[in-house]
DNA sequence: CCGACCAAATTGGTCAGACCAAAATTCACG
DNA sequence: CGTGAATTTTGGTCTGACCAATTTGGTCGG
């Protein structure tokens, strides 16, 4: 299922990422690596197109050469996300002020062009927040069936564009995160009182207000989960 | 320099964005585009390969299918944009939403993390618009001068890698209508000044409003561009 | 000793033809 | 008329080859 190429991609981006080559380094040519990986020419050349898509590897003739990690794709994040047994804390938390930001005008631009319909379909979504025994897991996927109500109403192709891509990228590593991520249901539940208040009246300044609480609450509960993940990673090594 | 896979990819990917191919339809095989293309299987391989990664396609044995463009990698805007004579202004202005919000998350950013140095370095960016004399040209210089150093400045790299992909599936289609763009020099020394008070006072709500008036300035002369840009359209088509 | 220039080796770009496994298609059978 | 097996089609990978651009290394002249 994996396929050759991606696996020679994968290790290659290993291996820039962990800096084992520096930017402008040269890589391999395209010869040696079908033999160190034992494929064929074809496989590692789609690797390194894959490469030079997400923008880590420029390719010409001669030689390629590594990119700086500023002048990459989005794509980059997932596979910086994977490099060590946690992801990095800091870059999760760049990632949620970047998607929150992302709901937050989402949000605006749908108090604006949608009509009292599909405001209506968004404002039941946080109805779940108001119940009283709602499991974490439950509660997770109310979360983000809100995000994802708020981000397809709007009719905004490149924020749904780049809203997809940062969650594909960060989502399959925070699944280890989840166990430890604890949820304050009573902040959660003021919050959805708050947006639904502010979706029902229109009020542009509240939605903002409020998504910039939803942030505050969603960034600070990874960041006591990286807290708690590394306390137990450190008791697991002493044992 | 195009390279034959690029073309093999870019007749495809305008194919597909024209409605040529439906979305879920099948591609033809990689041996048939070999035959129409009179390229190789493998140049026509990484074209389709280049589609996956793009997200117009999805590749499996058996065959290729078209997927939706909301499925699809920021990578498309660049080519949808380049569709048509003219780009897509319901498009740009939907960009343009997102790029000036994202400015104003880097701005509020480098309120809360920025040295006093890095503070400086970027009101000293708001200057040129507050000179009387001001060419259209250096004008726009200043303005992208502006953007980018919030966005270097910042140090969120997702932020910083998503402006700059946005900045280029944008940018290069933008350059016919820059001819067509009125620029408000009034308007924007208002902004000036309002920035370069609030980032000196680290007024926070008050970044996030100039960057909303900067917001609409960029849209209404965009879309005023536009408006001329096909005024024109109009007139030499009928000569 | 150094820089400019030229030839050889290296490298990416493309092509041709082949085999395999998985999917799609066809078709005979119940 | 369905259904399941057989066949064809399709993508995935491999081997080996040639070309053009670049890099490299050495040579020559200053």
Redesign the pocket.
Known sequence: M??????IAGSLIGDILSGRYQVRD?????????TR??????????A??KLEQIGLAE??????RVKDTSEASLDVLGHMLGQGDLPDALLVDQILVVINSLLSVAAEQTLELASENELASIRALTLPFLEDKLSDEAHTLARFELMRSIMLTNKNLPLQLIAKTLFEQVAPHLAHLKQHVVIDHDAFATFARQLDRALAERDLPAVHATFTAFSNLNRESMLRAFERARRQAREASLS
Chains 1, 2 share one sequence.
């Open positions: 994996a396929g050759i190429p991606d696996e040269r890589l391999p040519s395209e010869r040696d690596l079908a990986f034992s494929a064929n020419r074809g496989a590692v050349r789609e390194m197109k390719i010409q003739p001669g030689g390629a």
